[in-house]
């Protein structure tokens, strides 16, 4: 069993970064893909990023490509969310969710996908 902490959220400026931490317990950490999802008040839970456990690649959604990167040390059984040029709308509460598959280069992006959830970590982007 995966057991997962999300770390790292606050209050920023529109404009500015911030790194999220997902640190997991449990030593199948390294066989699982992990994916990044938010929830804004009122709207349902959206996939962020994700990557699977090979670090072969990842995968972005269109809103955050280019802003956001996310990355794994397996050694330190933790993956990494560091978002850039964060806007309002980017005001969400963020959760890491892990899911252990045996395909090195799964990585799915359905939250009914996964399997161990975070408590998930506040962000707030003021404008």
């Known amino acids: 069993q995966v057991q997962l902490a999300e770390s790292g959220g606050g209050l920023v400026q529109a404009g500015g970064s911030l790194r999220l931490s997902c640190e997991a317990s449990?030593?199948?950490?390294?066989?699982?893909?992990v994916g990044w999802f938010r929830q804004a008040p009122g709207k349902e839970r959206e996939f962020v990023a994700g990557i699977p456990w090979s670090d072969l690649s990842t995968i972005y959604a269109d809103s955050v490509q280019d802003r956001f990167t996310i990355s794994r040390d397996n050694a330190k059984n933790t993956v990494y969310l560091q978002m850039n040029s964060l806007k309002p709308e980017d005001t969400a509460v963020y959760y890491c969710?892990?899911?252990?598959?045996?395909?090195?280069?799964?990585?799915?992006?359905?939250?009914?996908?996964?399997?161990?959830w975070g408590q998930g970590t506040q962000v707030t982007v003021s404008s």
């Open positions: 969710a892990a899911r252990l598959t045996p395909y090195k280069s799964e990585i799915p992006s359905h939250p009914t996908s996964y399997t161990n």
């Open positions: 449990g030593r199948t950490f390294s066989r699982c893909a």
